[in-house]
């Protein structure tokens, strides 16, 4: 048997046994594909001018008393400020999970999530896990990173047999123009191949940072491709401070740093912020972390960690972004790199169009095989 006969049988029968699984991964992330701007189209109406000329958004001590005498049900463990202060602060108050609160006010907007927030999550469910709930999600999980795994093998063996036999004219144009003068079987070929061949380097890149994702061996291969020991597990969250317990606290004066000082001196540090979060600290004898990003929040080389003392005022570490190894980096990109976050709106909008690519390769290659066999 010819190795191209091998590479399509394997093609085939690969892509049939993932199909409706990448086709739900597929339609699932069309969905998602513009989330962040959903997200913030949802909060339209959470927006507040000032009540009055000249009046400014409260300091981050009292906005957080103020937050502190409402019935929440969960404290937050964190905040986070727009550098627009009309735009709510958001309060993560659980994984994902966020309250919204008036700047000026404290006053809290919203009760939980709205129906647009529910169903972006559900949709995001469905495209991580199946929508499967609790111990299940492990299923789900394995389902959805097994066919992501066959989608790459589908990757590399259509472009074996993509390539053409014989460099022609005509052969170019059946892999890289759509024909109007076919029907049948040999349409859906061409559209097949085409779609295929221009959305080749997106659907890699997405399929690949989802191995990542997925799989520890592919996430382990991405600090060995550049020469580095991949980290214990652990050590991933990890996050050492050069603040020794003995500094922070036998230094304290009986007045300690307001977060509002140390809020605004992270901004004086990155003068070009469009977002800081503030970690809520677990006591006063810890350290104060302010996240301070500079894009559109899912973009990791935009961001920097900002570590205070509150006895001092003074950062006393800069992590993040900057001070990971290239290893860190890489996988960080790939996180982002499989929505197309990373690269803004015009990123988002190429991995949109890939995965609209993978619903019609996926409805091609089940039209081809279901023709070829009935």
Same mark, same amino acid.
């Given at each position: 048997?010819?190795?191209?006969?091998?590479?399509?049988?394997?093609?085939?029968?690969?892509?049939?046994?993932?199909?409706?699984?990448?086709?739900?991964?597929?339609?699932?992330? *069309?969905?998602?594909? %513009?989330?962040?701007?959903?997200?913030?189209?949802?909060?339209?109406?959470?927006?507040?001018?000032?009540?009055?000329?000249?009046?400014?958004?409260?300091? *981050?001590?009292?906005?957080?008393?103020?937050?502190?005498?409402?019935?929440?049900?969960?404290?937050?463990?964190?905040?986070?400020?727009?550098?627009?202060?009309?735009?709510?602060?958001?309060?993560?108050?659980?994984?994902?999970?966020?309250?919204?609160?008036?700047?000026?006010?404290?006053?809290?907007?919203?009760?939980?999530?709205?129906?647009?927030?529910?169903?972006?999550?559900?949709?995001?469910?469905?495209?991580?896990?199946?929508?499967?709930?609790?111990?299940?999600?492990?299923?789900?999980?394995?389902?959805?990173?097994?066919?992501?795994?066959?989608?790459?093998?589908?990757?590399?063996?259509?472009?074996?047999?993509?390539?053409?036999?014989?460099?022609?004219?005509?052969?170019?144009?059946?892999?890289?123009?759509?024909?109007?003068?076919?029907?049948?079987?040999?349409?859906?070929?061409?559209?097949?191949?085409?779609?295929?061949?221009?959305?080749? *380097?997106?659907?890699?890149?997405?399929?690949?940072?989802?191995?990542?994702?997925?799989?520890?061996?592919?996430?382990?291969?991405?600090?060995?491709?550049?020469?580095?020991?991949?980290?214990?597990?652990?050590?991933?969250?990890?996050?050492?401070?050069?603040?020794?317990?003995?500094?922070?606290?036998?230094?304290?004066?009986?007045?300690?740093?307001? %977060?509002?000082?140390?809020?605004?001196?992270?901004?004086?540090?990155?003068?070009?912020?469009?977002?800081?979060?503030?970690?809520?600290?677990?006591?006063?004898?810890?350290?104060? *972390?302010?996240?301070?990003?500079?894009?559109?929040?899912?973009?990791?080389?935009?961001?920097?960690?900002?570590?205070?003392?509150?006895?001092?005022?003074?950062?006393?570490?800069?992590?993040?972004?900057?001070?990971?190894?290239?290893?860190?980096?890489?996988?960080?990109?790939?996180? %982002?790199?499989?929505?197309?976050?990373?690269?803004?709106?015009?990123?988002?909008?190429?991995?949109?169009?890939?995965?609209?690519?993978?619903?019609?390769?996926?409805?091609?290659?089940?039209?081809?095989?279901?023709?070829?066999?009935?």
């Amino acid at each position: 048997m010819a190795i191209r006969k091998v590479f399509f049988w394997i093609h085939l029968v690969i892509g049939v046994a993932v199909s409706v699984v990448v086709l739900m991964m597929s339609v699932t992330g *069309v969905l998602l594909t %513009y989330e962040m701007q959903l997200d913030r189209w949802a909060l339209r109406d959470y927006r507040a001018p000032p009540p009055g000329p000249g009046v400014e958004p409260l300091a *981050v001590d009292e906005f957080l008393h103020q937050v502190s005498t409402r019935p929440l049900e969960t404290l937050p463990s964190s905040i986070r400020l727009q550098v627009d202060p009309r735009e709510p602060a958001a309060l993560s108050v659980g994984r994902g999970d966020y309250l919204y609160a008036n700047r000026y006010t404290g006053k809290i907007l919203n009760d939980g999530d709205g129906p647009m927030r529910r169903f972006l999550r559900s949709v995001m469910y469905w495209h991580r896990w199946l929508a499967l709930e609790g111990d299940d999600r492990d299923l789900g999980r394995a389902v959805t990173g097994a066919a992501n795994l066959g989608f790459f093998l589908l990757l590399a063996s259509g472009f074996y047999l993509l390539w053409p036999r014989t460099w022609t004219l005509n052969s170019l144009r059946n892999i890289i123009t759509f024909r109007r003068d076919l029907k049948g079987r040999t349409r859906d070929l061409n559209w097949h191949n085409v779609v295929g061949f221009w959305l080749s *380097v997106p659907l890699l890149i997405i399929v690949v940072s989802g191995l990542v994702i997925s799989y520890g061996w592919a996430s382990n291969l991405v600090y060995r491709a550049v020469g580095e020991e991949p980290p214990l597990p652990a050590s991933l969250s990890a996050s050492e401070t050069s603040i020794t317990e003995d500094e922070q606290a036998g230094s304290f004066s009986a007045r300690q740093c307001s %977060y509002q000082t140390l809020f605004e001196r992270a901004a004086e540090e990155v003068p070009d912020w469009n977002s800081i979060t503030l970690e809520l600290p677990e006591s006063d004898n810890t350290p104060v *972390v302010f996240a301070v990003d500079r894009g559109n929040g899912r973009q990791p080389s935009k961001r920097i960690n900002l570590t205070f003392s509150r006895s001092d005022c003074r950062v006393h570490e800069r992590g993040g972004y900057p001070t990971h190894s290239r290893g860190r980096q890489l996988r960080s990109w790939f996180r %982002y790199a499989h929505t197309g976050e990373v690269y803004g709106f015009a990123g988002q909008t190429i991995a949109g169009a890939a995965s609209v690519g993978g619903v019609v390769l996926v409805w091609t290659a089940l039209a081809m095989a279901y023709r070829r066999f009935f």
